[in-house]
């Protein structure tokens, strides 16, 4: 024989458990949320400090082009940029900025200063030498190899429908 008061105890159970369900869903969802929000923070300040940076190289006086003082000035440039270049490799290495499209968006970058500005500008020990700008270095070479291109199903077939 079932008691009435047990039959209103089982319909309980059955609510909180859907209830705290809930909450971990909602959780979960914040949580992806939030990392996503972190990731376009930090891509911003990134893009903040080439901004400045190319503002920076614009008021450098073009006057001083052949003196000593100029060369020192896109020396101090070159190393801001490369710093810069370097944070920003490290944050994806590391798994901090994630996003693919964050990653390609801003890998088109690094791998033109890379090209044009890095293998230019560094001396040859510094080519050689594998200690400076590591993580520059190795997500140049996971650009250059294409791992960062997303190539799963979903965004292949949302592709299609968006295309509609």
Do not use: C
């Amino acid at each position: 024989m079932i008691y009435p008061q047990a039959e209103y105890v089982q319909w309980i159970e059955i609510i909180a458990s859907l209830s705290v369900t809930g909450a971990l869903i909602t959780t979960l969802y914040i949580h992806k949320q939030t990392k996503k929000s972190t990731q376009f923070k930090l891509s911003e300040t990134f893009s903040d400090k080439l901004d400045n940076l190319h503002e920076e190289l614009k008021n450098i006086p073009s006057e001083l082009e052949d003196s000593k003082g100029y060369s020192s000035q896109i020396e101090s440039w070159n190393d801001k940029l490369f710093n810069t270049l370097e944070w920003f490799s490290f944050m994806v290495n590391e798994k901090q900025i994630t996003n693919y499209k964050i990653i390609n968006f801003f890998g088109k970058t690094v791998v033109r200063y890379y090209d044009k500005i890095f293998k230019v500008v560094s001396s040859e020990a510094i080519m050689k030498e594998k200690d400076y700008f590591p993580e520059l270095r190795k997500l140049y070479s996971n650009l250059r190899d294409g791992k960062y291109i997303d190539t799963t199903l979903w965004y292949k077939t949302r592709r299609l429908f968006t295309d509609i």
